[in-house]
């Protein structure tokens, strides 16, 4: 079973207030804050104006495709429309009735009119068809006389007299002779007529794709400028918003760190404040009460005497236990050599207990706040460890991870435990890492903690990026 989620350690240390991170004093917060200022605003700019990019750039390429795809449709479509109408002037007067029966002086009428036609055009392949789908004539003469199958949408036009256009199917039968000749992509253009007694044909021509490549290029070229032009001012008016936003946002969050000094700053004087009334109180008086039972032990009879050595012995013993608890409630301060050097006291009693203990901590610069949190919850962490894990090894690692985020992992081999068992725990006043729960969320952190039963506990602090 694992647990995962807000839940608390097995820590034997009540702490009775709420636990807050603490900074280090007010000027050198305030230093760092300066100089991470600058750093910390170009990273979510960096992100906006890279996110922004990357949208852009996909927003571009989406643009080209449709524009090239419009582009070419644009572009058959004209150039049908021109194909189609010089067809029209330069073959229709020789779409005779005697063409239908095969007359050699209309069929050489046709040749001569359609070799001009040819010459002046970028005309590859001509047919008239008739409406028993048999090619009438053609520039290619093994054309003539055969029948071939045409698409519904051509035949339509014998009866309606329009016109069609569509890039050449080049692997049908009746093109052979365009693929015997060398040509890989060919515009068709197809139209309805009538031979001057009123007969239906249908007049075919092939033209060579370039001329629709060329006004293809036209047309993009008139307005890909205007939609890189566009793209390129979107792109640059999304800079200085980014500016504005993340010095908003900078400013938000100093202003709610200052607003958590504050409270730090309470919490701390307020901790120091019981501690110090236990440590001279309570824990005086108990002192003096077991020098007391030891005196009186001394000239006591027996068996009076061995109950008040005992008596004595036990109050050491909860003086003890008071003073380890004034060293939970005891504000934890960062050490000037940095974080990590704040819990070797707890490395150096897990080692003598013949704990393994592992480091593997990034040099990476920090804010006051979050070397705190790194601090506390590493400390609370190792005496989890100390307490109650009965582990071989434990790794304490700070890594960098994306988006700027640093991550803080404590993982031991020790024994685990389950959710019911971290539920009880809490029930019964362990709030240690609660109340470290709690912390991480004031700061904008996240605090996981997976653990399986007989295979160890890992806790997982993420920050979320350079504040």
């Not at 409630?329 to 592992?358: K, T």
Request: glycine content about 8%; proline content about 3%; some cysteine.
């Amino acid at each position: 079973m694992v647990a995962r989620g807000r839940v608390s350690g097995l820590n034997q240390v009540y702490i009775p207030c709420v636990e807050m991170l603490r900074e280090h004093p007010v000027a050198t917060g305030e230093v760092s804050n300066k100089r991470s200022s600058s750093r910390s605003l170009r990273v979510p700019i960096a992100l906006s104006v890279g996110g922004s990019l990357l949208a852009f750039v996909a927003i571009g390429l989406g643009l080209l495709w449709a524009t090239n795809a419009a582009a070419e449709r644009e572009a058959v479509k004209e150039a049908g429309s021109a194909g189609e109408l010089a067809a029209r002037v330069a073959l229709a007067p020789f779409l005779t009735p005697g063409l239908l029966e095969r007359n050699e002086a209309d069929v050489e009428a046709l040749d001569a009119a359609g070799q001009t036609f040819k010459d002046i055009s970028d005309v590859v392949r001509l047919k008239v068809w008739s409406e028993q789908q048999q090619v009438l004539w053609s520039d290619e003469r093994i054309l003539d006389g055969q029948f071939f199958e045409l698409e519904p949408e051509e035949f339509e036009l014998f009866e309606t007299q329009g016109a069609a256009t569509e890039v050449s199917d080049l692997s049908k039968e009746e093109n052979f002779a365009e693929v015997a000749d060398g040509n890989d992509k060919l515009l068709e253009v197809y139209f309805g007529a009538r031979t001057s007694d009123g007969e239906p044909v249908l007049v075919e021509s092939y033209f060579d794709y370039a001329m629709v490549t060329e006004r293809e290029t036209e047309l993009r070229a008139s307005f890909m400028p205007l939609v890189i032009l566009g793209l390129g001012l979107l792109t640059l008016a999304q800079v200085p918003l980014a500016i504005l936003l993340a010095r908003r946002l900078n400013r938000a969050q100093r202003e709610r760190e200052r607003l958590l000094e504050r409270v730090i700053h309470a919490s701390d004087a307020e901790r120091r404040r019981i501690a110090a009334e236990v440590h001279d109180g309570a824990v005086q008086d108990l002192i003096g009460i077991s020098y007391s039972l030891e005196a009186n032990a001394d000239t006591a009879p027996a068996p009076i005497n061995d109950t008040l050595h005992e008596l004595a012995g036990s109050t050491r013993t909860t003086v003890r236990r008071l003073r380890s608890i004034l060293n939970s409630i005891y504000p934890v301060e960062v050490p000037d050599e940095g974080w990590a050097n704040g819990f070797n006291d707890l490395i150096q009693a897990l080692e003598s207990n013949g704990v393994r203990v592992r480091l593997d901590i990034a040099d990476v610069p920090l804010a006051p706040m979050d070397e705190m949190l790194l601090l506390r919850v590493t400390r609370e962490s190792l005496r989890n460890v100390a307490a109650h894990a009965e582990a071989e090894t434990v790794m304490v690692r700070l890594h960098a991870a994306r988006m700027g985020k640093m991550v803080l992992e404590v993982r031991d081999d020790g024994r685990g435990f389950t959710a019911d068992k971290a539920d009880s725990s809490r029930t019964a006043g362990h709030l240690g890492l609660q109340l470290l729960h709690d912390l991480a969320d004031d700061v904008g952190a996240l605090l996981t903690i997976d653990s399986t039963p007989g295979q160890g506990t890992s806790i997982r602090l993420e920050l979320m990026g350079q504040r």
